[in-house]
């Protein structure tokens, strides 16, 4: 039998533990972008949650104060203050045109709010009416037909805004509403 001597040891460049520990490198970059965007489309998640929630809300309190302008046009009280302002108050109070019915151009921080009785959330009524000027001449709201026939005495037009949040106070929802009861 033969027997190989080896006086010394064999050099080794270190190639194997270089491309390893540049593939480590590689995944740890990967693993580390993967967790940063799962973070963050958690709290985008979250966010349009809490929109939805906010807008839900306002559509729950919406619900209510037009509940609410059935029963004061049916005569009762329905829990709201007892005068509504008419449209030229409104116009005076949010400072707009008597032809801006979106309301694109207010901040809603400017609106007076009042806060409904069931829900909590904020909201602004006003009576959409028509009304006689000096001149005589009808003045009333672009939101709503002028001098429509066949309405009955007690037919009424009202602007509904009301503003919620979401559950953390996030996600502000502003939603307007025309509301027509029939006489």
């Known amino acids: 039998m033969m027997r190989y001597k080896t ?17 480590l490198i590689v995944l740890t970059l990967i693993g580390l972008s993967a967790a940063n965007v799962g973070i963050l489309q958690e709290r985008m998640a979250g966010n349009v949650r809490e929109t939805n929630v906010a807008f839900q809300e306002a559509e729950a309190t919406l619900r209510e104060i037009e509940e609410r302008l059935v029963q004061i046009s049916e005569g009762a009280s329905g829990g709201l203050p007892a005068t509504i302002p008419v449209w ?16 694109s151009g207010i901040d809603p921080d400017d609106i007076p709010w009042q806060t409904a009785p069931t829900t909590g959330n904020d909201y602004y009524v006003a009576e959409l009416t028509d009304t006689v000027n000096v001149g005589g001449l009808i003045f009333g709201s672009a939101c709503r037909p002028m001098n429509e026939a066949g ?6 037009y009202y602007m509904v805004i009301v503003r919620a949040a979401g559950p953390a106070g996030v996600g502000r929802r502003v939603v307007q509403a025309i509301f027509y009861y029939p006489a």
């Open 88 to 103: 030229a108050d409104a116009i005076a109070d949010l400072g707009i045109s008597r032809f801006d019915c979106t309301l």
């Open 151 to 156: 309405l009955g005495a007690a037919s009424r």
């Open 7 to 23: 006086d010394r040891p064999r050099q080794q460049s270190g190639a194997a533990l270089f491309i390893s520990l540049m593939f």
